[in-house]
């Protein structure tokens, strides 16, 4: 913490030690208080510094490591381009033990009683002033050393440097060297103001913190944050994690900022309002302007030039009618010009010169992919303070460009100023960190939309060409649309409804081309790899189809049976299209309730299914395999196979099961009667309201409005997805209940997981909008 200005006068013994800066040449320029002087010459080499102070550094620092001293050491620089230095420490025995310097030569200057020394083709000249050892280069300048009675801004700076850092730098405003510490030229326009900075650093780190004096009055970029209170900086929370350099301003009254910035460009005070009085943060992010509201949508009414554009992921992205607006109102502050579109994020307002860029930012924050989620930002913000007046942050890329270093793993670091009565504070972290292996992060990898509203889930369906995996996904117009790994269209097809349930897959001529064959509510179709219709396919049916296909293959021999459910009825074709005969169902005039599923127990077959009141059991045939009698009041979720017996659920929220013997078991989940189920062979997951269950864990979510969980099974690990339609987020949990990492994730469907693509890494697939799907990596 900076020790505030002691402005009270008080008299000192301007001969001691203390007070070395009554010896500073008038015009100093950069002044160095070293305390720990083998740590500082070593410091030299830093990774950071080593860019910054070493050049001007390089003659003096062959000089100082013929020190022998524990106390304070001041470098000082003055003249033209920092050429001429002196240097000032407490005079001890053998402080400059020049005997012990090998190369050297060495007079004394009788007259003036200044030693003459050469080290190497260094030339210096020394003396001592009472208990004060002096060291130049500079002859003149030594021959008029002596302590000044002036008690100005540079000794008050002096005085607030902590004597347990390594290292303060005290240096104007105007060094373009030191001063690109700070981050921003902002500083720079006034070449008589001090900027002091105690130094903590390590091999590869440094850390800073400090003070900039402001004059009594409006004459600095950073005094237009005067009568201002620091604010917590929100821009973090929306900035890309990928953002290069940002710089955030903050206020908690803009009216005052606008007066004190009218101030500074010698404008007469402007008190008519804009939509920028109801903001508290403004921000530069690198290509963009990001404005902070606690009325986001008071900011948006108060913006009278304005159009829709476009509306993404269900956000309305408007035309900005006055693009200049910010760079008119806010020069030199801002001086951004291109602000042709803008859109309404939470209580943030994005303005761009492009809808691409708005959409870029949206996507990434509605994955959480923000500046404040990042890893290497979460590193450095224990050090930071909470609020600020300026934020500046720059990632690598930004920090290399900055210092003009080729420096690697600097990802997040940051420069933050607070205004408090005329000086502000300065809080600096630059710091190496290195990322971890890409595992468990989550990126976007394409979007695709059909432009028009899509009615089901996508589904991947499997891609025998490549064996990969596409996507289908079908309008409302009922047109179906086969969507490549890479998120383009690959075909379009018109039908004859909606399809119900999923989407199978059979190879019908057992040659390893496989199509889909799905229904929709009166046709059965089957469609090849084009989209094109198979032969003797689509079947037009009078009769409704009132549950989704169902495709057997009972032997694994690519015979298969396509099971077509009408109200009571059942019809089983082949691959061919030809009804099978021997199969018969009666079904005693009741109406079936779920779509058959075939399982297999033992060496036995087992077509399964529910009607209004009862579990039905076939065989191959249709005929009764097992004659259930019990009454059971299914719920709306599907039959599964669970530890080998037939597994549904009921309205009172009990898992009812029944093994091959025809033995039933009802066991109570505590669920309600609305909720859902799945199932593995081994795994059931369970879910209502906002409780989730992975066998016995539980997982309490969000109050929402979720689909039902699914479950998949891939690269050996059991998967648990599920979306809150309210919030649009995509949850994803292990088999232990356990979220996988870097999720939930921005979606607005059910999601599926999948190997699209034939590396290690699996894929989620769910919905941006009502028109666009949206694919996700797991890396």
């Not at 400059?96 to 030693?115: G, H, K, L, R, V």
């Not at 350099?245 to 008190?271: E, I, P, Q, R, W």
């Not at 509605?366 to 500046?392: M, P, R, V």
């Not at 009862?614 to 259930?628: E, P, S």
Request: aromatic letters at 10%; glycine letters at 2%; hydrophobic letters at 35%.
């Amino acid at each position: 913490m900076i020790i505030p200005f002691i402005l009270v006068s008080c008299q000192r013994d301007y001969n001691t030690p203390d007070h070395f800066y009554k010896f500073f040449p008038s015009k100093s320029e950069v002044i160095i208080s070293v305390n720990e002087l083998n740590d500082f010459i070593q410091s030299s080499e830093h990774t950071i510094l080593n860019g910054i102070y070493n050049r001007s550094l390089k003659a003096p620092a062959s000089i100082l490591k013929n020190f022998n001293t524990r106390e304070r050491v001041y470098i000082v620089f003055f003249g033209n381009q920092n050429a001429n230095y002196l240097v000032l420490t407490k005079n001890t025995p053998n402080v400059f033990a020049i005997d012990s310097i090998p190369n050297y030569i060495s007079e004394n200057i009788s007259e003036i009683d200044i030693t003459k020394t050469q080290i190497d083709s260094a030339i210096v000249y020394h003396k001592t002033y009472d208990n004060v050892f002096a060291l130049s280069n500079n002859l003149e300048e030594l021959k008029k050393l002596k302590p000044t009675n002036q008690d100005d801004e540079l000794s008050k700076l002096i005085e607030t440097t902590d004597k347990k850092s390594i290292v303060s730098l005290i240096f104007k405003a105007n060094r373009k060297d030191y001063s690109n510490l700070l981050f921003s030229e902002m500083l720079k326009d006034s070449a008589n103001n001090y900027i002091s900075l105690d130094l903590s650093l390590s091999e590869k780190n440094l850390h800073f913190n400090g003070v900039a004096i402001s004059n009594d009055s409006i004459s600095r970029l950073i005094d237009c944050f005067k009568n201002t209170t620091p604010q917590e900086i929100n821009t973090l929370h929306i900035a890309p994690a990928s953002t290069k350099s940002l710089m955030a301003f903050a206020y908690d009254d803009f009216a005052v900022f606008h007066t004190n910035l009218n101030h500074l460009n010698g404008k007469v005070k402007d008190s008519t309002k804009t939509f920028l009085n109801f903001t508290n943060e403004m921000a530069l992010v690198d290509n963009s302007l990001i404005l902070h509201s606690l009325d986001a949508n008071l900011v948006v009414e108060s913006i009278e030039e304005k159009s829709i554009a476009k509306t993404f992921r269900d956000i309305e992205i408007y035309e900005f009618g006055t693009p200049d607006f910010f760079k008119l109102k806010l020069h030199p502050i801002i001086n951004y010009d291109s602000a042709n579109y803008f859109s309404k994020y939470d209580d943030f307002i994005v303005f761009s010169n492009s809808i691409e860029l708005i959409e870029s930012i949206l996507s990434d924050v509605l994955n959480n992919n923000t500046i404040a989620n990042s890893e290497a930002f979460k590193n450095i913000s224990k050090n930071l303070t909470d609020e600020s007046s300026i934020f500046i942050y720059k990632n690598n890329e930004a920090l290399s460009e900055h210092l003009n270093l080729n420096i690697k793993n600097y990802h997040a670091n940051v420069v933050q100023y607070s205004y408090e009565d005329n000086y502000a504070h300065v809080n600096g972290i630059i710091e190496e960190f290195r990322k971890k292996a890409a595992s468990n992060s989550v990126t976007e990898s394409f979007t695709t939309s059909i432009g028009k509203q899509i009615i089901s889930p996508p589904q991947t369906v499997k891609n025998h060409v490549n064996n990969t995996h596409d996507i289908a996904v079908q309008d409302i117009d009922n047109v179906l649309y086969l969507i490549s790994n890479s998120g383009n269209i690959l075909w379009k097809k018109q039908l004859q409804g909606k399809i119900l349930g999923e989407i199978e897959q059979i190879d019908m001529y057992k040659n390893g081309r496989l199509q889909l064959a799905f229904v929709t509510p009166n046709r059965l179709y089957v469609l090849d790899r084009n989209g094109n219709e198979v032969s003797p396919f689509p079947f037009k049916f009078n009769d409704e189809v009132t549950q989704p296909l169902s495709v057997f293959d009972y032997d694994k021999n690519r015979n298969y049976r396509l099971l077509v459910t009408q109200g009571k009825n059942l019809l089983m074709y082949d691959a061919k299209g030809k009804m099978v005969k021997g199969f018969s169902y009666k079904s005693n005039n009741k109406v079936i309730t779920s779509q058959p599923m075939h399982f297999r127990i033992g060496t036995k077959d087992y077509i399964v299914f529910s009607t209004e009141d009862q579990l039905k059991v076939l065989n191959r045939q249709g005929n009764v395999r097992i004659n259930v009698t019990d009454k059971i009041r299914f719920s709306d979720n599907k039959i599964y196979l669970y530890q080998n017996k037939f597994t549904a659920s009921n309205t009172l929220g009990q898992l009812v099961q029944m093994d091959s013997k025809g033995k039933i078991n009802r066991k109570d989940l505590n669920l309600t009667d609305k909720h859902n189920i799945a199932t593995t062979s081994k795994t059931l997951v369970s879910m209502y309201e906002n409780k989730l269950f992975i066998k016995s864990r539980r997982v309490d979510l969000d109050y929402g409005v979720y689909t039902a969980p699914r479950i998949y099974y891939l690269n050996d690990k059991i998967y648990v997805t599920l979306t809150d339609l309210q919030s649009k987020k995509v949850y994803l949990y292990d088999s232990q209940a356990k979220p996988i990492p870097n999720f939930p994730v921005f979606g607005t469907s059910a999601a599926e997981l999948q190997k699209l693509d034939k590396d290690k890494d699996l894929e989620l697939i769910t919905q941006a909008d009502d028109k666009t799907i949206i694919v996700y990596k797991l890396h």
